[in-house]
T-cell receptor, first 114, second 112 residues
Framework: GENVEQHPSTLSVQEGDSAVIKCTYS??????FPWYKQELGKGPQLIID?????GEKKDQRIAVTLNKTAKHFSLHITETQPEDSAVYFC?????????????FGQGTILTVHP | EAQVTQNPRYLITVTGKKLTVTCSQN?????MSWYRQDPGLGLRQIYY???????DKGDVPEGYKVSRKEKRNFPLILESPSPNQTSLYFC???????????FGQGTRLTVV
């Protein structure tokens, strides 16, 4: 089955800096890659996703890049703010009529210091 | 408001005492699933359901049961809880399996 590895497990940055979280996946058939943000005491929330027919997607301060050849994808957060502090999860699944099961990475605890 | 509602949010129980965690979604989603979250292990799928009366095992199903009698509800049942089931549990729903999922607020379960 699919295996998703996520790094780093913890990330500490100063407000205004950029943060990058990386994930690798094992199944070359995977073609849907969502990212979730989990704030303290809440459930994960989808923040951005990318499909394998594009290499990059941006939404304001966040962006995701995908390298299908290397089987890795990354989340980039620019101009970080304290409210970006949370646990971030990457995930991968196969496309098609049923999309296939989501497999999650281990999570990254991001701390943004004011 | 689109949401997935889990109850209870917190639960402390004793080994062997049957319990049920409820999950309800108001988005008419066909796909629902249960995950457990443990430090360093991310989110692991316990069970999932493709539609009413259609359920199947995820990656860590041992010790759990589910049912899907109605489209909106997907309860998680622990027939005989053990301490290794102490965890944070999330219910999720989506239009399709593997599509962007909506998660509930979580249920923190402690089995002593």
């Amino acid at each position: 089955g699919e295996n998703v590895e996520q790094h780093p497990s913890t990330l500490s940055v100063q407000e205004g800096d950029s943060a990058v979280i990386k994930c690798t996946y094992s199944d070359s058939a995977s073609n849907y890659f969502p990212w979730y943000k989990q704030e303290l005491g809440k459930g994960p929330q989808l923040i951005i996703d990318i499909r394998s027919n594009v290499g990059e997607k941006k939404d304001q301060r966040i962006a995701v890049t995908l390298n299908k050849t290397a089987k890795h994808f990354s989340l980039h957060i620019t101009e970080t703010q304290p409210e970006d502090s949370a646990v971030y999860f990457c995930a991968a699944s196969k496309g098609g009529t049923s999309y296939g099961k989501l497999t999650f990475g281990q999570g990254t605890i991001l701390t943004v210091h004011p | 408001e689109a949401q997935v509602t889990q109850n209870p949010r917190y639960l402390i129980t004793v080994t062997g005492k049957k319990l049920t965690v409820t999950c309800s979604q108001n988005m008419n989603h066909e796909y629902m699933s249960w995950y457990r979250q443990d430090p360093g292990l991310g989110l692991r799928q316990i069970y999932y359901s493709m539609n009413v009366e259609v359920t199947d095992k995820g990656d860590v199903p041992e010790g759990y049961k589910v049912s899907r009698k109605e489209k909106r509800n997907f309860p998680l049942i622990l027939e005989s809880p053990s301490p290794n089931q102490t965890s944070l549990y999330f219910c999720a729903s989506s239009i399709l399996q593997g599509a962007g999922a909506f998660f509930g607020q979580g249920t923190r379960l402690t089995v002593v």
